[in-house]
T-cell receptor, first 114, second 114 residues
Framework: EAQVTQNPRYLITVTGKKLTVTCSQNMNHEYMSWYRQDPGLGLRQIYYSMNVEVTDKGDVPEGYKVSRKEKRNFPLILESPSPNQTSLYFC?????????????FGPGTRLTVL | GEDVEQSLFLSVREGDSSVINCTYTDSSSTYLYWYKQEPGAGLQLLTYIFSNMDMKQDQRLTVLLNKKDKHLSLRIADTQTGDSAIYFCAESPKGSGNTGKLIFGQGTTLQVKP
């Protein structure tokens, strides 16, 4: 089954404790993105990747890092989480030759930073 | 700049039609989308419309696009309780083919009363 998976689905942590949210897709997609969803703001892009070892900042990259060492994985790293990073996070992927109707979203990771 | 606006809440009775509205600012967008998010779930692509179309119908869903006013609407006929969800309008701005970026509205919560 074609899918994007994220782990963990729920996480409660404390300020300053490094964490990683994993994202994996099994569709051999080139493009992957991370979004955060906040009430009243919709989804905003954090980082994106066009292919292995190619990443760039989205609209709200501050406080986040990403890596793309393998095509299928695109982890989101919070080196020193702060309470304003409490949010719902979505990973997304699509293939280079498919249209936008082929973009797949993961199930989301709800992060709480105390 | 790029911006997508939606009203935050809509309540309808089961069997009625629902109309969710959206305005956007980027006239160069090639595709406009409607996503559905059920409680605790990720985003599901409902439908999309290419920017040179005025209308698209897909079973109970009708999308209307007014390019002059930069207005997009989603009409759900015979609304059911299972349609209760958050609906996001999104656009793919010019140049987003390389970034995977979608600009999302704030989301409209649709409440369907029995």
């Amino acid at each position: 089954e074609a899918q994007v998976t994220q782990n963990p689905r729920y996480l409660i942590t404390v300020t300053g404790k490094k964490l990683t949210v994993t994202c994996s897709q099994n569709m051999n997609h080139e493009y992957m993105s991370w979004y955060r969803q906040d009430p009243g703001l919709g989804l905003r892009q954090i980082y994106y990747s066009m292919n292995v070892e190619v990443t760039d900042k989205g609209d709200v990259p501050e406080g986040y890092k990403v890596s793309r060492k393998e095509k299928r994985n695109f982890p989101l790293i919070l080196e020193s989480p702060s309470p304003n990073q409490t949010s719902l996070y979505f990973c997304a992927s699509r293939g280079r030759i498919q249209g936008w109707n082929e973009q797949f979203f993961g199930p989301g990771t709800r992060l709480t930073v105390l | 700049g790029e911006d997508v606006e939606q009203s935050l809440f809509l309540s309808v009775r089961e069997g009625d039609s629902s109309v969710i509205n959206c305005t956007y600012t980027d006239s160069s967008s090639t595709y406009l989308y409607w996503y559905k998010q059920e409680p605790g779930a990720g985003l599901q692509l409902l439908t999309y419309i290419f920017s040179n179309m005025d209308m698209k119908q897909d079973q109970r869903l009708t999308v209307l696009l007014n390019k002059k006013d930069k207005h997009l609407s989603l009409r759900i006929a015979d609304t059911q309780t299972g349609d209760s969800a958050i609906y996001f309008c999104a656009e793919s701005p010019k140049g987003s083919g390389n970034t995977g970026k979608l600009i999302f509205g704030q989301g409209t919560t649709l409440q369907v009363k029995p």
